[in-house]
């Protein structure tokens, strides 16, 4: 069964796991494309390892194939965070501040933070989707992987928008001890989308 269809991949439920296949694309010179795809599968995979070990809930990773160009992985079964969030903003903004928190404590860019990427499982946030993910110390990137979920919490969840960025900026402050500096880079971030704009 597909479970979706990406700019990427295609993802497939078979039975309690999922394969994640990327597809090759046409308009890429081939062995660009070849070296592009394995490179983001092994990536992806490296992502998921390093998750598990640092007791962050993802999918488990069964099995990385970089000449299939595929990942198997565990299904999570739960309500996706964008169909729930209107149930308690401020109680699932901190789940989130929780999770990225950790995340950039490992030095863990996600790179698609939006709440169609989190499933509440037993009420505990899983994050799904860690396709565009990549390792970085830079605050820069941290900033960025904060700014594109602003957006997205703002773009998808607007009425109850505020509760959940104050409880998640909060939450994130209290777990993450460079939070000062990525959100000090945060807001010049923000503020270079707005001049770009104008």
Do not use: C
Not at 3 to 24: F, P, Q
Not at 47 to 62: Q, R, S, Y
Request: aromatic share 8%.
């Amino acid at each position: 069964m597909i479970l979706g269809t990406g700019a990427e991949a295609i993802v497939r439920k078979i039975g309690d796991k999922v394969e994640k296949e990327r597809v090759a694309k046409q308009y890429r010179i081939t062995p660009l494309d070849v070296n592009l795809r394995k490179s983001r599968t092994r990536r992806e995979a490296k992502v998921l390892e390093k998750l598990e070990t640092a007791g962050i809930a993802a999918p488990h990773l069964f099995a990385m194939d970089d000449k299939k160009m595929t990942i198997d992985m565990e299904f999570i079964d739960g309500q996706k965070l964008r169909d729930i969030i209107h149930e308690n903003p401020e109680h699932y903004g901190r789940q989130i501040g929780e999770t990225v928190a950790k995340l950039h404590t490992h030095h863990i860019i996600h790179a698609d933070l939006t709440t169609s990427n989190m499933i509440i499982r037993n009420d505990q946030l899983v994050l799904i989707d860690f396709g565009l993910s990549f390792f970085s110390h830079k605050i820069e990137d941290k900033a960025v992987d904060i700014h594109l979920l602003y957006q997205a919490l703002e773009s998808t969840h607007h009425k109850d928008f505020l509760i959940i960025w104050d409880s998640f900026i909060a939450s994130y402050k209290k777990n993450y001890e460079e939070s000062n500096t990525v959100l000090q880079r945060f807001a010049i971030v923000q503020q270079r989308g707005r001049n770009k704009n104008k």
